[in-house]
């Protein structure tokens, strides 16, 4: 099916959309539930109601733009992505899933083409842990990952509630009544930028995510022995800076040892207690990162940092405590889904490439209540979560007709 999609039009909005910050341009910055989130989420609803669709908002505000289809009661196809931002980024990220999956709505119906199953696109809230720091909050809730403790659990810097956030931006009810069961959708389909280097470095226009991969977070709190730099002599040291580089170390290994490209560690948080010159860590807090496309494999490595904790412990002097802070399992894109992707490319004459994601988005959530897939987008030299964070119009609409291509298939086939 050939749809014209309007560039011009898709790049102004995304302009537009990208003035809703708290921080001058060109960076964006746009947290969930601040004003300017709030008056953006505005702006994309106006857009959607003036292509003609409805709207409903849950109890979280996810939001949810539907083109009802000849047979309403058949389980909608859905797209979307997020348009929430942490600071100081660009304006791509989330957004072309939003605004481009709009586009692609409106470029079928000026096609003539007429679903049978209804189309919805989708705005989730809180893709970014920006302000509850938990990444994919709207999706979680969606899904049944969070339940309605979230609600008190759930607090910002300042100490103040989800609850108290959503229901002063206008989002009440209880948050159970968000979760959606498996078949609510008969898939959903996601328009990402890749966030990476591949796309643009080998050439191709689109890349065809085939898994999705999952990070497990791990708090590690290590206690030793402070003292004076001078006056502590070396063989009585328990310094506990010395063994959360050892742990560190240990993490780099174990990733390593799997000889998997796909498995990486990332020891992202190090705060040394006193944090002075002249003073011997007594104390440190470690954060770290793993991720991987295969579940097993990832939590080998956790597996192995636990032993090295333990061996550290017991050869340096000093007391440490782990904490599991989340273990999401990855996911595994619909090869249904995929193949329809693959032959909207094909009518199109666009090559593309298989590939999975490193960084996580809300399909990781969603594929635990329908079959999903996603479309990656080449960006500029790979940047995303930064100012300077680009995709150009014509890899925007390449995409986008393709989402199309995708969503109409599936509409009238599956």
């Given at each position: 099916m050939d749809v014209n999609?309007?560039?011009?039009?898709?790049?102004?909005?995304?302009?537009?959309?990208?003035?809703?910050s708290s921080v001058p341009a060109p960076a964006v910055t746009r947290v969930v539930f601040s004003e300017e989130d709030l008056r953006a989420r505005a702006y994309v609803k106006r857009l959607c109601l003036e292509a003609g669709l409805s709207i409903r908002e849950d109890s979280v505000g996810n939001t949810f733009a539907r083109w009802t289809g000849s047979d309403p009661q058949l389980p909608a196809v859905a797209t979307g992505s997020h348009i929430?931002?942490?600071?100081?980024?660009?304006?791509?990220?989330?957004?072309?899933?939003?605004?481009?999956?709009?586009?692609?709505?409106?470029?079928?119906?000026?096609?003539?083409?007429?679903?049978?199953?209804?189309?919805?696109?989708?705005?989730?809230?809180?893709?970014?842990?920006?302000?509850?720091?938990?990444?994919?909050?709207?999706?979680?809730?969606?899904?049944?990952?969070?339940?309605?403790?979230?609600?008190?659990?759930?607090?910002?810097?300042?100490?103040?509630?989800?609850?108290?956030?959503?229901?002063?931006?206008?989002?009440?009810?209880?948050?159970?009544?968000?979760?959606?069961?498996?078949?609510?959708?008969?898939?959903?389909?996601?328009?990402?930028?890749?966030?990476?280097?591949?796309?643009?470095?080998?050439?191709?226009?689109?890349?065809?995510?085939?898994?999705?991969?999952?990070?497990?977070?791990?708090?590690?709190?290590?206690?030793?022995?402070?003292?004076?730099?001078?006056?502590?002599?070396?063989?009585?040291?328990?310094?506990?800076?010395?063994?959360?580089?050892?742990?560190?170390?240990?993490?780099?290994?174990?990733?390593?040892?799997t000889g998997a490209i796909d498995t990486v560690g990332t020891t992202g948080v190090c705060e040394v207690f006193p944090c002075a010159i002249n003073s011997v860590p007594s104390r440190v807090k470690l954060e770290v990162d793993v991720r991987d496309i295969d579940e097993a494999r990832r939590d080998g490595v956790l597996a192995a940092l636990s032993t090295a904790c333990e061996r550290v412990a017991r050869q340096r002097g000093i007391r440490v405590r782990t904490q599991l802070l989340n273990s999401d399992p990855p996911a595994h894109c619909s090869p249904e889904l995929l193949a329809a992707l693959a032959s909207a490319c094909d009518q199109r004459w666009i090559a593309h490439r298989r590939m999975v994601s490193r960084a996580y988005h809300d399909s990781l959530f969603m594929a635990r209540i329908a079959p999903v897939a996603m479309l990656f987008i080449p960006c500029r030299n790979g940047v995303s979560h930064r100012p300077d964070e680009y995709a150009s119009p014509e890899a925007i609409a390449t995409g986008v007709a393709v989402l199309a291509g995708g969503l109409s298939a599936l509409a009238d086939t599956i």
């Open positions: 999609i309007n560039s011009a039009r898709l790049s102004a909005e995304l302009e537009s959309l990208a003035t809703f929430d931002a942490i600071p100081h980024a660009g304006r791509y990220d989330g957004t072309v899933g939003v605004l481009g999956g709009l586009e692609a709505i409106r470029a079928l119906h000026d096609s003539g083409f007429r679903p049978r199953r209804s189309i919805e696109l989708v705005l989730f809230t809180a893709e970014e842990p920006t302000r509850f720091g938990i990444g994919c909050l709207g999706s979680r809730i969606l899904c049944g990952s969070l339940d309605g403790a979230a609600d008190e659990a759930l607090r910002d810097s300042q100490g103040q509630r989800l609850r108290e956030w959503r229901t002063a931006a206008g989002y009440r009810g209880q948050l159970s009544t968000a979760r959606l069961d498996w078949g609510h959708y008969a898939a959903f389909l996601e328009l990402h930028i890749e966030q990476g280097r591949l796309l643009e470095q080998e050439g191709v226009p689109l890349g065809l995510v085939t898994a999705i991969a999952a990070p497990a977070s791990l708090r590690i709190e290590l206690e030793g022995d402070g003292g004076h730099a001078g006056a502590l002599l070396m063989p009585d040291r328990h310094d506990a800076f010395l063994a959360a580089s050892e742990i560190a170390l240990a993490l780099e290994a174990a990733v390593k040892a």
